[in-house]
């Protein structure tokens, strides 16, 4: 199982002019049954990232339809415990709270790969795949 960081799905459903085939490509892999997990504020994080990019065609309706098509997609509450854990990634790893809180769900749920470009996560013992080259 590899962990899903909002990237993805910010990529995916933005139509990201860059990225948008590779998470395509990734979103793919998950409706065609490959399991994946990602935390429960993903769906949250993704509708803001859209709406502050004015994303084309995005709606909320369409983002709760999409994320509801991913049967192996499990999407995990966050749990207290989880929080500490990030601040305590923080600062071990120099993340910010967001990527704390998914490596730390990561971590409980026993995923070594994340699907992301974010550079952060090469800073933590959580292997990022799924994209030829990272965000700038």
Do not use: Q
């Not at 995990?76 to 120099?94: C, F, N, S, W």
């Amino acid at each position: 199982m590899r962990y899903v960081d909002v990237n993805v799905f910010v990529y995916w459903l933005g139509d990201d002019p860059v990225f948008g085939d590779e998470a395509t490509g990734i979103i793919e892999r998950i409706e065609k049954g490959e399991r994946a997990a990602t935390s429960s504020l993903t769906p949250w994080l993704t509708h803001v990232a859209l709406v502050m990019a004015a994303a084309r065609n995005y709606s909320e309706e369409k983002l709760v339809e999409k994320f509801l098509e991913l049967p192996f997609l499990r999407v995990e509450p966050l749990e207290l415990g989880d929080y500490e854990k990030a601040v305590g990634a923080m600062r071990r790893y120099g993340l910010d709270l967001e990527d704390g809180l998914h490596f730390a769900l990561a971590e409980r749920l026993k995923i070594r790969e994340v699907y992301s470009n974010d550079r952060d996560f090469e800073k933590t013992p959580l292997k990022p795949v799924g994209f030829r080259r990272p965000r700038k």
